[in-house]
Nanobody, 122 residues
Framework: QVQLVESGGGLVQAGGSLRLSCAASGSIVRIDAMNWYRQAPGKQRELVAAITSSGATNYADSVKGRFTISRDNAKNTVSLQMNSLKPEDTAVYYC????????????????WGQGTQVTVSS
């Protein structure tokens, strides 16, 4: 079994910072892309930031210059440093990873964390 566990959410004032972390564990053979999504109330889940296994990154326009995604391949972790937070960043943030595990060696599957709440007050 593969699990993704997020940590680091919370309440912060506008202009503040938070760091989200996500650790993947289980019978992992390889992790390809690792991503952060978010979903605000009444809105669709959206991709916030993505990072490939080689370290290439991609960001939503709304967070460019404020958020930084990084990963530690040795520890199977991905982080999201969020600076200059705005009230519109309030959402549940989800870690997502494309993983090859021993139970499905030839098929990369999408795994999701349970989500962590980020609330930015004005």
């Amino acid at each position: 079994q593969v699990q993704l566990v997020e940590s680091g959410g919370g309440l912060v004032q506008a202009g503040g910072s938070l760091r989200l972390s996500c650790a993947a564990s289980g019978s992992i053979v390889r992790i390809d892309a690792m991503n952060w999504y978010r979903q605000a109330p009444g809105k669709q889940r959206e991709l916030v930031a993505a990072i490939t296994s080689s370290g290439a990154t991609n960001y939503a326009d709304s967070v460019k210059g404020r958020f930084t995604i990084s990963r530690d391949n040795a520890k199977n972790t991905v982080s999201l440093q969020m600076n200059s937070l705005k009230p519109e960043d309030t959402a549940v943030y989800y870690c997502n990873a494309v993983i090859v595990a021993t139970t499905h060696l030839f098929v990369p599957l999408n795994y999701w964390g349970q989500g962590t709440q980020v609330t930015v007050s004005s």
